[in-house]
């Protein structure tokens, strides 16, 4: 009988994926918003080291979508051992970190199979801001690992639309009482 024999290549490899979201299509200027970046190893081989990386969208005068410089701030959780930072022994904590306050994600975080962190963005949409507020994170694969499905390593552009709220205010002075014969009726003055 005759006999043949095949040479597969086996690859050390996981599905690194990261995802960014704000769970909405429109926000409005001047108010809190948030974001939600997911970074996640679907496969089964242990990636330490992974990079991760957004420049959140800032205002740029006179106009454009973004926060405000300085009122942005992130948090992380981990979640089946990953860590929020490479080289770290506290993981797999679900309770977020401290606030980290900064224009810019960049960091690297270990990723055992199966496992993923979470980076919740909060900031302040700045007051002027108008158009399509644009959001994206990027991860990077360490060497020595192969990634199948590089596609997913950079997240689906969010877009959100900006709206404009005016800032309407009321109020009422009163300026003066005038009381020409010293009994009523008096006239009163007010500024609105």
Same mark, same amino acid.
């Given at each position: 009988a005759d006999t043949g024999?095949?040479?597969t290549e086996l690859v050390f490899g996981t599905d690194l994926r990261v995802a960014t979201t704000d769970g909405t299509v &429109?926000?409005?200027?001047?108010?809190?918003?948030?974001? @939600?970046?997911?970074v996640e190893? /679907?496969?089964?081989?242990?990636?330490?080291?992974v990079a991760v990386a957004d420049s959140f969208p800032l205002f740029?005068?006179?106009a454009g979508p973004g926060f405000t410089s300085g009122s942005v701030?992130?948090?992380?959780?981990?979640?089946?051992?990953?860590?929020?930072?490479?080289? /770290?022994?506290?993981c797999g904590l679900t309770d977020p970190t401290a606030p980290v306050? /900064?224009?810019?994600?960049?960091? &690297? =975080?270990?990723?055992?199979?199966q496992s993923r962190v979470e980076f919740t963005v /909060?900031? @302040?949409?700045?007051p002027r801001a108008t158009g399509t507020l644009v959001n994206q994170a990027a991860i990077t =694969?360490? &060497?020595?690992?192969?990634?199948?499905?590089?596609?997913?390593? =950079? &997240?689906?552009? +969010? +877009?959100t639309e900006l709206l404009v709220q005016p800032g309407l205010r009321i109020s009422k002075q009163l300026r003066s009482i005038t009381d020409t014969n010293g009994n009523a009726p008096f006239t009163l003055n007010y500024r609105i």
């Open positions: 024999s095949v040479d &429109s926000a409005v200027a001047g108010q809190a918003h948030v974001y @939600t970046i997911v190893n /679907t496969g089964f081989a242990n990636a330490n080291g740029a005068a006179p701030s992130w948090q992380c959780r981990a979640f089946n051992g990953a860590c929020c930072n490479s080289n /770290t022994s506290a306050f /900064t224009d810019a994600l960049a960091g &690297s =975080v270990d990723l055992p199979a /909060t900031g @302040t949409l700045d =694969v360490p &060497s020595g690992i192969e990634d199948p499905i590089t596609e997913n390593n =950079v &997240s689906v552009d +969010d +877009d």
